[in-house]
């Protein structure tokens, strides 16, 4: 990765934070962009810039891709990380709730995705799509969250299929529960005792197998043996996999 100029959105915190890092060390040159300034601070040491940038406001991408590619002239990687959630159930879940998650979830990441694409064509580079297995399939109190991955992952398998031929790539990234502040962003303080048999995989973990991804253009890394595991029972024996769910 050496000298690779790579974008990572969400870099203030969680997956974010450990995949900035993981690239810096493989000797990238590494813009974090993030919303809390104070956090995003903490990471201004350790990369070559960071710049504050919220997915939700048009104009603060666009201030912020041209102040990265005024600087580098170009990028290679664009990691499409900034995320919410939103875990109730669907009897709960209002409308513009729905709206706001896919606020940042999609559209968010279209949007970051429009101002870079230019030059990730350009230069045949490589877009990672963090999603998440609930992009893959339905999980109880995810419903606007499942529709918000869902949408991620069918948007950008379709964005592959046209910048495929055009030598760019599209890696999508599917995590499993991971050890970061997410649930706590979302409110769901209770995700820990809710779930006491469930063994969160850490973010360094994620960042490790995204960097492995961008190095092999992997079309998607579903992260941890057991999400592997009950993503190809979904697929062979989706009533089975009712009974195991944990
Ligand atoms: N943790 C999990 O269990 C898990 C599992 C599967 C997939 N994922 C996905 O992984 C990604 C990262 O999650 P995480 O676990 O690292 O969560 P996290 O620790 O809460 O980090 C989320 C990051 O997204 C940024 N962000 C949120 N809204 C934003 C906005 N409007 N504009 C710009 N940045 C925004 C946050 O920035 P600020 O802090 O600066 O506001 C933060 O850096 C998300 O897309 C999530 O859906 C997480």
């Not at 956090?39 to 350790?46: C, H, N, S, Y």
């Not at 170009?74 to 606020?103: K, S, W």
């Not at 599917?174 to 769901?188: E, M, Q």
Request: glycine share 8%; aromatic share 6%.
């Amino acid at each position: 990765m050496r000298d690779q100029v790579v974008v990572v959105t969400g870099a203030s915190s969680g997956i974010g934070a450990a995949t900035a890092l993981a690239f810096a060390q493989a000797g990238a040159k590494v813009v974090g962009l993030g919303r809390d300034q104070a956090r995003l601070q903490k990471m201004a040491e350790k990369l070559d810039l960071v710049l504050t940038m919220d997915v939700t406001r048009p104009e603060s991408i666009e201030i912020a891709a041209a102040a990265v590619l005024d600087r580098y002239g170009h990028i290679d990687v664009l990691v499409n990380n900034a995320g919410v959630g939103l875990f109730v159930e669907e009897a709960e879940t209002e409308e513009e709730a729905l709206r706001d998650l896919m606020e940042v979830n999609f559209f968010g990441m279209r949007r970051v995705t429009r101002a870079f694409s230019a030059s990730l064509l350009e230069n045949k580079g490589v877009l990672v799509q963090v999603a998440s297995v609930a992009g893959l399939r339905g999980y109880a109190r995810h419903t606007a969250y499942c529709a918000s991955k869902h949408a991620l992952i069918g948007w950008s398998e379709a964005l592959r299929a046209e910048w495929g031929p055009k030598g760019a790539s599209v890696v999508i990234v599917c995590p499993p529960a991971i050890d970061t502040p997410f649930f706590d962003h979302a409110g769901y303080t209770d995700f820990r005792k809710d779930h006491p048999r469930l063994h969160l995989l850490s973010p360094e973990r994620v960042a490790a197998e995204i960097l492995d991804g961008v190095r092999h253009r992997r079309h998607r890394v579903i992260i941890g043996l057991r999400a592997k595991v009950l993503y190809t029972l979904f697929c062979v024996a989706p009533g089975m996999l009712e009974r195991v769910r944990g």
